[in-house]
Nanobody, 121 residues
Framework: QVRLVESGGGLVQAGESLRLACAAS????????MDWYRQAPGKQRELVGS???????AYADPVKGRFTIHRDNAKNTVYLQMDSLIPEDTAVYYC???????????????WGQGTKVTVSS
């Protein structure tokens, strides 16, 4: 069994920072992609940023220059550092990982449960 647990969400004012964390646990052999998505009220889930096991990072235009993904591969954990937050960043944030479970031959995609971020103006 593999589980992704997120933490770090909360209520902040515009201009402040938050750091989200997502830790994977269970029978993990390897992790490739570690990504962050968000879903604002009434909107579809969208990709915020992505990272690969080889160290490539990419970000959606609305968050470029403000959000940064950090990976701690030894701890199977990914972080999302969010700076200069604006009210439009208000959403539920989800982590997503491609994980090779021990004994399996293909990577499986897993989602976290989501953590709510609210940015007040």
């Amino acid at each position: 069994q593999v589980r992704l647990v997120e933490s770090g969400g909360g209520l902040v004012q515009a201009g402040e920072s938050l750091r989200l964390a997502c830790a994977a646990s269970g029978s993990i052999f390897a992790i490739n992609a570690m990504d962050w998505y968000r879903q604002a009220p009434g909107k579809q889930r969208e990709l915020v940023g992505s990272s690969t096991g080889s160290g490539t990072f990419a970000y959606a235009d609305p968050v470029k220059g403000r959000f940064t993904i950090h990976r701690d591969n030894a701890k199977n954990t990914v972080y999302l550092q969010m700076d200069s937050l604006i009210p439009e960043d208000t959403a539920v944030y989800y982590c997503n990982m491609d994980i090779l479970v021990e004994g399996d031959y293909m990577f499986t995609n897993f989602w976290g449960q989501g953590t709510k971020v609210t940015v007040s103006s």
